[in-house]
T-cell receptor, first 115, second 114 residues
Framework: DAGVIQSPRHEVTEMGQEVTLRCKPI?????LFWYRQTMMRGLELLIY????????DSGMPEDRFSAKMPNASFSTLKIQPSEPRDSAVYFC?????????????FGEGSRLTVL | AQSVAQPEDQVNVAEGNPLTVKCTYS??????LFWYVQYPNRGLQFLLK??????LVKGSYGFEAEFNKSQTSFHLKKPSALVSDSALYFC????????????FGSGTRLQVQP
């Protein structure tokens, strides 16, 4: 299996622009997680889907952030409009069995820089 | 609420010496505890987990962790460190319901000197 695939790996954009990050989970995994990593705040859960349904989105910072999972093999995280404080590495992870097992498989991350 | 504390930002150890990376947790009910490792410019990788049973859990790459309920700790250990073990280590916890995703600690950078 190719693992969790994220794109783009690097994104540099200007404040106010729309950013879309993409994730393909491991086939057969029914849970998908978006985390954000920064030096100041560490690793934060943004949102968690189970069977394509959002279960916990309490970590989504504000209305500028939105996430979708239209099918079992694809998810997007959108930021509109982007701000410099959104600069971070965004990780997608998937697991089988919901949040139960805790064995998350992470993608390589998307490094976002907002100027 | 569930939380994890990793009191050390960095741990330095000489190659061949034993290493310990500390973690304490707070959670309602029985904890499910995990360790992950992150190498530079990579995603996190699962190392080991404690769900129930033996308090000493063995994982990948020779790592092990000891669950101590009375001290609410789950320290990561390895008998003999390798230079290649140098990385960022994260402890994580969730409650036993399975309804909440993992909460990660702030991470501890392990530096193993040759």
């Amino acid at each position: 299996d190719a693992g969790v695939i994220q794109s783009p790996r690097h994104e540099v954009t200007e404040m106010g622009q729309e950013v879309t990050l993409r994730c393909k989970p491991i086939s057969g995994h029914n849970s998908l997680f978006w985390y954000r990593q920064t030096m100041m705040r560490g690793l934060e859960l943004l949102i968690y889907f189970n069977n394509n349904v959002p279960i916990d989105d309490s970590g989504m910072p504000e209305d500028r952030f939105s996430a979708k999972m239209p099918n079992a093999s694809f998810s997007t995280l959108k930021i509109q409009p982007s701000e410099p404080r959104d600069s971070a590495v965004y990780f997608c992870a998937s697991s089988e069995g919901g949040a139960y097992t805790g064995e998350l498989f992470f993608g390589e991350g998307s490094r976002l820089t907002v100027l | 609420a569930q939380s994890v504390a990793q009191p050390e930002d960095q741990v330095n150890v000489a190659e061949g010496n034993p290493l310990t990376v500390k973690c304490t947790y707070s959670v309602s009910g029985n904890p499910y505890l995990f360790w992950y490792v992150q190498y530079p410019n990579r995603g996190l990788q699962f190392l080991l987990k404690y769900i129930t049973g033996d308090n000493l859990v063995k994982g990948s790459y020779g790592f092990e962790a000891e669950f101590n309920k009375s001290q609410t700790s789950f320290h990561l250990k390895k008998p003999s460190a390798l230079v290649s073990d140098s990385a960022l280590y994260f402890c994580a916890v969730r409650d036993g319901t399975g309804r909440r995703a993992l909460t990660f600690g702030s991470g501890t950078r392990l530096q193993v000197q040759p």
